[in-house]
């Protein structure tokens, strides 16, 4: 009997048991679409490149011995929105010195001349950079992300490398060891420098971290897509899903759906959407709940055009963040963002037990929104509205990440960052006057493409 049991589950087993010949069907076709992918991101990036060279007479390099200031984005496209937020205050900054962008990507740099209002230099291989550095009396080098490439412009001893980020909040990225491999980082306040403290072991904050605000918060306007009327304005910008547990910070397959819903059968409110940009490219579910509410807004807007919710996907950050009465925001930057303006701010809470959520600051304050509360998100923002006590600890957390908000405060200060880095380059560079000239080129270094076609 027990053999007879043995034998049919054995035979059960081999029932249910891919077949060699499916697991190899399997595999030549996961090995197809992955080529597929490579195949037209290489004619993608060979299509760049093409428009690039047609363009480049168009955008000459900087006139040798004219930039002092320089923001290195090694990135491709995909995290230009990185770039952009530092548009307004790098215009601001160039009425006092010299800036340009350094672009590594043809993507990236296609967009930067269209958009961006300092110049951009195209220097796609290791010798044009070195030569690009050669030519220009350069005091600073701007980073405003961790990208691996970074190392390459390291290489140079002459400059400040500075660290100022593509936003501030809680998230693990904001206290990663690599703040260590900058001379300075420009950071937004208190905040920020105890969680430095915290986080680094050995980190000198008192020299290494300069507090400035957010200057970005000085120019956030635009020109609204919709006519201001008596509605309530709700702003929802989550993040995207994250590639690894510790970083899911994302909502919009959790929260997202329900809490769309309820906006938009309301008669007395707007949505304004702007989901990240990477939303959906790590997990399906979560790129087809942005889907779907994308397609509820334009129904919703069909049904009735008077309504005029909104799913933003612009280039322009700043107005959204001003114009909502109460902004729902994943863990991310973007509740700093609006932290920064002082009003309502309701923050997601992550389904994901594994998301790293630093509530010694501002998160563990906060107006949290769980996932089965989504549903009920119009008397939440109520709440948060009017209720004094929810107000006053708003104002609290405000200033304490971002000290001054007083409109052009934090533009003062970053400016004074700037001139103070600028004066100490100038104090080592007299200390420095008789040094013999050197060559800090990397003769193992390739001068191929620096960028991977496969991103592209």
């Given at each position: 009997?027990?053999?007879?049991?043995?034998?049919?589950?054995?035979?059960?087993?081999?029932?249910?048991?891919?077949?060699?010949?499916?697991?190899?069907?399997?595999?030549l076709?996961?090995?197809?679409?992955t080529a597929?992918?490579?195949?037209?991101?290489?004619?993608?990036?060979?299509?760049?490149?093409?428009?690039?060279?047609?363009?480049?007479a168009?955008?000459p390099l900087?006139?040798?011995?004219?930039?002092?200031?320089?923001?290195?984005?090694?990135?491709?496209?995909v995290?230009?929105?990185?770039?952009?937020?530092?548009?307004?205050?790098?215009?601001?900054?160039?009425?006092?010195?010299?800036?340009?962008?350094?672009?590594?990507?043809?993507?990236?740099?296609?967009?930067?001349?269209?958009?961006a209002?300092?110049?951009?230099?195209?220097l796609?291989?290791?010798?044009?950079?070195?030569?690009?550095?050669?030519?220009?009396?350069?005091?600073?080098?701007?980073?405003?992300?961790?990208?691996?490439k970074?190392?390459?412009?390291?290489?140079?001893?002459h400059?400040?490398?500075?660290?100022?980020?593509?936003?501030?909040?809680?998230?693990?990225?904001?206290?990663?060891?690599?703040?260590?491999?900058?001379?300075?980082?420009?950071?937004?306040?208190?905040?920020?420098?105890?969680?430095?403290?915290?986080?680094?072991?050995?980190f000198d904050?008192?020299?290494?971290?300069?507090?400035?605000?957010?200057?970005?918060?000085?120019?956030?306007?635009?020109?609204?897509?919709?006519?201001?009327d008596?509605?309530?304005?709700?702003?929802?910008?989550?993040?995207?899903?994250?590639?690894?547990?510790?970083?899911?910070?994302?909502?919009v397959?959790?929260?997202?759906?329900?809490?769309?819903?309820?906006?938009?059968?309301?008669?007395?409110?707007?949505?304004?959407?702007r989901?990240?940009?990477?939303?959906?490219?790590?997990?399906?579910?979560?790129?087809?709940?942005?889907?779907?509410?994308?397609?509820?807004?334009?129904?919703?807007?069909?049904?009735?055009?008077?309504?005029?919710?909104?799913?933003?996907?612009?280039?322009?950050?700043?107005?959204?963040?001003v114009?909502a009465?109460?902004?729902?925001?994943?863990v991310?930057?973007?509740?700093?963002?609006?932290?920064a303006t002082?009003?309502?701010?309701?923050?997601?809470?992550?389904?994901?037990?594994?998301?790293?959520?630093?509530?010694?600051?501002?998160?563990?304050?906060?107006?949290?929104?769980?996932?089965?509360?989504?549903?009920?998100?119009?008397?939440?923002?109520?709440?948060?509205?009017?209720?004094?006590?929810?107000?006053?600890?708003?104002?609290?957390?405000?200033?304490?990440?971002?000290?001054?908000?007083t409109?052009g405060?934090?533009?003062?200060?970053?400016?004074?960052?700037?001139?103070?880095?600028?004066?100490?380059?100038?104090?080592?560079?007299?200390?420095?006057?008789?040094?013999?000239?050197?060559?800090?080129?990397?003769?193992?270094?390739?001068?191929?493409?620096?960028?991977?076609?496969?991103?592209?």
């Amino acid at each position: 009997m027990d053999q007879h049991r043995l034998d049919n589950g054995a035979a059960g087993e081999a029932l249910y048991r891919p077949s060699d010949d499916l697991i190899v069907t399997m595999a030549l076709l996961k090995d197809f679409i992955t080529a597929r992918k490579v195949a037209r991101s290489m004619l993608r990036s060979r299509r760049n490149r093409r428009r690039v060279a047609n363009l480049m007479a168009e955008h000459p390099l900087p006139v040798p011995g004219s930039v002092s200031i320089a923001v290195y984005f090694a990135d491709t496209k995909v995290n230009l929105y990185q770039m952009r937020q530092w548009y307004a205050p790098l215009a601001e900054l160039s009425k006092s010195f010299p800036v340009a962008i350094i672009s590594r990507s043809p993507s990236s740099v296609l967009a930067l001349w269209d958009e961006a209002p300092v110049p951009t230099a195209y220097l796609r291989r290791v010798s044009e950079l070195e030569q690009f550095v050669a030519e220009q009396p350069l005091k600073i080098i701007f980073y405003v992300n961790q990208n691996a490439k970074n190392f390459q412009m390291f290489r140079y001893g002459h400059m400040w490398h500075v660290f100022i980020n593509h936003g501030e909040s809680d998230k693990m990225y904001m206290t990663t060891n690599q703040f260590k491999a900058y001379d300075f980082s420009l950071v937004a306040g208190d905040a920020a420098l105890d969680r430095l403290s915290y986080k680094l072991w050995d980190f000198d904050v008192t020299k290494k971290a300069i507090p400035i605000g957010r200057p970005q918060a000085d120019h956030f306007a635009g020109e609204l897509p919709y006519t201001p009327d008596d509605r309530t304005v709700v702003l929802y910008a989550p993040t995207w899903e994250g590639d690894r547990d510790a970083a899911a910070y994302g909502s919009v397959a959790s929260h997202g759906v329900a809490l769309t819903n309820a906006v938009l059968a309301s008669d007395k409110h707007r949505l304004i959407y702007r989901p990240h940009p990477r939303s959906g490219v790590v997990d399906p579910e979560y790129k087809r709940a942005n889907i779907a509410i994308i397609a509820a807004i334009a129904e919703a807007n069909e049904t009735d055009p008077s309504v005029q919710h909104i799913y933003d996907d612009g280039k322009e950050m700043g107005w959204q963040l001003v114009a909502a009465d109460v902004a729902i925001t994943d863990v991310s930057a973007m509740v700093y963002d609006r932290l920064a303006t002082g009003k309502p701010l309701i923050v997601t809470r992550p389904l994901s037990e594994q998301a790293d959520i630093d509530e010694g600051g501002y998160l563990g304050a906060c107006e949290w929104l769980l996932a089965d509360q989504a549903g009920d998100i119009l008397s939440i923002a109520e709440r948060v509205q009017f209720d004094t006590e929810a107000k006053e600890r708003l104002g609290y957390w405000a200033e304490r990440h971002f000290g001054d908000t007083t409109p052009g405060a934090a533009t003062a200060r970053f400016h004074e960052a700037v001139e103070s880095l600028v004066a100490l380059w100038h104090r080592h560079a007299q200390l420095h006057i008789g040094d013999r000239p050197s060559s800090e080129a990397d003769p193992f270094e390739d001068d191929d493409d620096d960028e991977s076609p496969s991103v592209e």
